[in-house]
């Protein structure tokens, strides 16, 4: 029987796909980093907080979105999940490199540094990140990869919050994860890592006693993420030795504020509204942050497409919308993460708009 002819434009789809392929250039970087092949290392970091957010600033987003046909033709190519699986091996090869860079003990202070801020970001672009994208997939394989990336980044608990926390509670003052106005990221990084931990514990505990069983007993999903992750840091001790398990702490370290800085512009300010009932309404597209800004779309698997991905949680990245009512930033997210430590420019920038959201919404109010 012969082949059905291939619709209009899939070639050109095929190259969507691709293109996602440009974020292997941070792999790359990190690999000749702790090969000693890089002209620095320290151009990762530069990379991702130089270049790229100097890019944004420079072109524009694009508001533009796929046909309903070329959306079921991009949910049916393999090689946009096949992206996200390679970064599974691809995460640990990098860090069996640098942690074996680190174990020579010859680097100076400043490389060293340099080093810890490279894997620091491949725990938190693709560690964290791609295990976001993967951990709300239904297949439980699909999830146990991003489990697996998480690992390496030290934030297991990251699957539990988020997924049956963060998402029903985002914009409530009861969310840890979203940032209340006035909130400097400094206090918001102290405030979310510690209660969204604390969080995933509440959360396991109420699901094992929903289901009959022992809330901390050996069913508790938070048990078995800190075992595994004090299991992979004695690894990385007795194998490795102190000074790389020290690295590698401060590797994970970076890491997880990049999650979390990525978490204070996401929902910075936006509050959703009370029901009569008392309760809260549907998260809708205006409790999120967004950006339309190409190099950062891509480099983070469409994830400044944001409030697409609360609207449903399980659509896949290659299909996020650009929505008309969403907030924009006015740069990408890598550039307004940078901004962000300068509490007095990031309101300067961000609260105007805020204002006129609120203003203009019947469904926002400010965070206070």
């Known amino acids: 029987m012969p082949a059905m002819a291939a619709p209009a434009g899939r070639p050109l789809l095929r190259l969507r796909a691709l293109r996602y392929a440009i974020t292997f250039i ?57 992206l996200l699986y390679l970064f599974v091996p691809l995460q640990y090869f990098l860090l069996a490199l640098f942690l074996l860079r680190v174990q020579r003990g010859d680097l100076p202070s400043f490389d060293l540094t340099g080093h810890i801020f490279t894997m620091g970001i491949l725990c938190g672009v693709y560690g964290i990140n791609v295990a976001h994208e993967l951990g709300h997939r239904s297949k439980r394989w699909e999830r146990d990869l991003a489990r697996a990336l998480l690992l390496s980044s030290l934030y297991m608990h990251f699957i539990i919050e ?66 595994w992750q004090i299991g992979l840091c004695v690894v990385v001790g007795t194998v490795f030795g102190w000074s790389a398990l020290f690295a590698f702490l401060g590797a994970a370290f970076i890491g997880i504020l990049l999650l979390e800085t ?36 891509i480099l983070l698997f469409e994830l400044t497409r944001h409030s697409d991905h609360h609207w449903k949680a399980s659509k896949k990245y290659q299909v996020l919308q650009s929505l008309d009512d969403a907030p924009q930033l006015p740069t990408g997210y890598p550039g307004m993460m940078l901004v962000s430590l300068v509490p007095p420019l990031f309101f300067a920038i961000v609260h105007p708009r805020l204002q006129q959201l609120v203003t203009a919404n019947s469904e926002l109010e400010l965070a206070l």
Do not use: C
């Open 26 to 82: 941070v792999p790359l970087g990190a690999w000749a980093t702790f090969t000693d092949r890089a002209i620095s290392p320290w151009v990762v970091p530069a990379f991702s907080f130089g270049l790229v957010p100097l890019l944004e600033l420079l072109l524009r987003g694009k508001h533009t979105n796929l046909s309903e046909d070329q959306e079921r033709e991009v949910l049916k190519d393999p090689l946009f999940d096949a």
């Open 162 to 227: 988020h997924n049956r926390g963060h998402h029903r509670r985002v914009a409530t003052p009861d969310d840890p994860a979203s940032a209340r106005f006035g909130e400097s990221v400094y206090a918001f990084w102290l405030r979310s890592m510690v209660f969204s931990w604390r969080s995933a514990w509440h959360i396991e505990a109420e699901r094992l006693k929903k289901a009959g069983r022992k809330p901390f007993g050996a069913g508790n999903e938070m048990t078995h993420a800190m075992l």
């Open 262 to 297: 990525v978490n204070y512009i996401e929902h910075y300010g936006l509050r959703r509204l009370k029901t009569a009932g008392g309760g809260y309404g549907r998260v809708q597209h205006i409790h999120s942050w967004n950006s339309d800004h190409l190099v950062g779309r």
